[in-house]
């Protein structure tokens, strides 16, 4: 039901031209009619722009889908974009098709019966949520600060949102500041300490698996760093790379192996050309094994003439300088 449901409002719901969803369109067709009318006007409603982007930042998390991802960007684009109150601050009630505020009798408040500074929060935080946790999968840190024994057997219950199960777990936990191991990872819960005062709860979740369209491996040998890439290295794929790859101390030369990297985006060349500017001014950057799509999208790049190509990794790891 979900997928037909998000298979039918683009068609009838969203400004393809501009982006961005519809307040309200008639529900039905009348008579000789081909396309779903306004039913009163073409503003476009805060409202249903939370709605859209959450909507297809969960159906892509979930399922994966590209064109998901795409209507949830479009749709973050359009209200970032024209929502936001970059003079006074808040978030504007309603929008002409157009993007410009609607600012007649009561539509110029910002806060009313259908909207308040919670929904405008829920946004930013539920969009944070999945898409660090579901789609990025990059780590995220949630702060608590309870009062004194206010929750029962002082349990803190710190999911964030029904993600699918076993999705993620929580990775570490501090209390005012200092380490804290009394939590189960899994049911996602922290045992609290006995405190008459309010505490300071850090949390860090992590998913328990990497992007799917996209594999990182690490081998750090005597003196190379060797970086397996798999998949499409592309910019959804960057927070992944940059958690694996990590520190590269100690390694005369940085080894990116491609035999299994099916493609790689510009900003993804970036990454890499950032990680090697913290390397010393005497190791190597090689690139082993790239398809023609690689190689070109590297030959494109302003890094190419500062990368070493090998049709091997015996030949890039014995190579001499």
Known sequence: MAERIAALMPEHGMDKQRTGWYDVVERELADGEQ????????????WQQEQGILAYLILHGILGKDEYLKYARESQA????????????????NVLANGLPYLLGQEREKGSHSMSGYHSFELCYLAAVYGNL????????????????????????????ILPQDSI??????????PYDKFDAKALTVDLPQSDSRLSVKVRLTPTSGVDH???QVEKQAEACVVRLSGAFDERAIPTFSQYVGDM???????MECSQLDSICPAAIREIMFIKQKLTIDERLCFVAVNESVQKSLQNSEIFSEIELYSSLGQALSAKR
């Open 214 to 216: 996209f594999k990182v």
């Open 35 to 46: 396309f779903h009318r306004f039913a009163w006007h073409d503003r476009k409603a805060w």
């Open 134 to 161: 579901l789609i990025h999968k990059q780590p995220m840190d949630l702060y608590f600060k309870p009062l004194p024994n206010g929750f029962k057997n002082r349990v803190l219950r710190v999911a964030p949102d």
């Open 78 to 93: 359009f209200y970032n974009a024209w929502f936001l109150d970059t003079d006074n601050g808040g978030i504007y009630f």
């Open 249 to 255: 101390e100690g390694s005369s030369r940085l080894v």
């Open 169 to 178: 777990v929580i990775e570490s936990v501090s209390i005012d500041g200092q």
